[in-house]
């Protein structure tokens, strides 16, 4: 199975900071790699996919990138709205695994 | 408009076999998979497994000598079934269609003694 490396566990961070939360893949994944938000009533919500390809609806400060076994997702300026759970997500091999999440929280 | 929404038991005791239907709308079963995703309390999601729109499916390979995915299309309803529960399969359980665009609100079960 592919084990995907989410880092950080915790992201504290100011309103307006821009930050990065990565992926690895224990394997090349072959750009095959979403990002999902999910907020604290469990509602989730994809936001990337195919690395780096915004979901309709979506604001343009998020930003996927990345190949091979790493990948990322970038905030460009951070609303009160964006502070919630992340996870990646793989889906080039089955069984499709899940990024461990990253909670990012209001510093 | 897709929507999804799961229906589960909400308390199941361990050792028994826990049933979680998914009901959708606005796509059709056999032209789009559903997998199904769980999220134990204070944990990450955990994805479980799909049921393809040929009827086909794939599964964790950890759970998947306990658990079935089946599904009634006239209805447009998949079935997880899972056996021999144990307390840490509490957790909510979610469907998904095939590509996670649309998710359910996810149905809490516990699993108690």
Redesign the interface.
């Known amino acids: ?1 592919i084990q995907l490396t989410q880092s950080p566990s915790t992201l504290p961070a100011s309103l307006g900071e821009r930050v990065t939360i990565s992926c690895r893949a224990s394997q090349s994944i072959s750009n095959s790699l ?1 990002w ?1 938000q ?1 907020k604290p009533d ?5 936001l990337i ?1 195919s690395t780096s390809t915004l ?1 309709s609806g979506v604001p343009s400060r998020f930003s996927g990138s990345g190949s091979g076994t790493d990948y990322s997702l970038s905030i460009s300026s951070l609303e009160s709205e964006d502070f919630a759970m992340y ?1 990646c ?1 793989q889906y080039a091999t ?8 990253t909670k990012l929280e209001i510093k | 408009q897709v929507q999804m929404k799961e229906t589960g038991p909400g308390l199941v005791q361990t050792t028994q076999t826990l049933s979680v239907t998914c009901t959708v709308s606005g796509f059709s079963l056999t032209s789009y998979g559903v997998h199904w995703v769980r999220q134990a309390p204070g944990k990450g999601l955990e994805w479980m497994g799909i049921i393809w729109g040929d009827g086909s499916t794939n599964y964790n390979s950890a759970l998947k000598s306990r658990l079935s995915i089946s599904r009634d299309t006239s209805k447009s309803q998949v079935f997880l079934t899972m056996n021999s529960l144990q307390t840490d399969d509490t957790a909510v359980y979610y469907c998904a269609e095939q590509y996670f665009d649309f998710w359910g609100p996810g149905t809490m079960v516990t699993v108690s003694s």
């Open positions: 199975d979403n999902y999910q469990g509602t989730v919500k994809r996919y979901e996870y997500l089955y069984p499709l695994t899940f990024g461990s999440g």
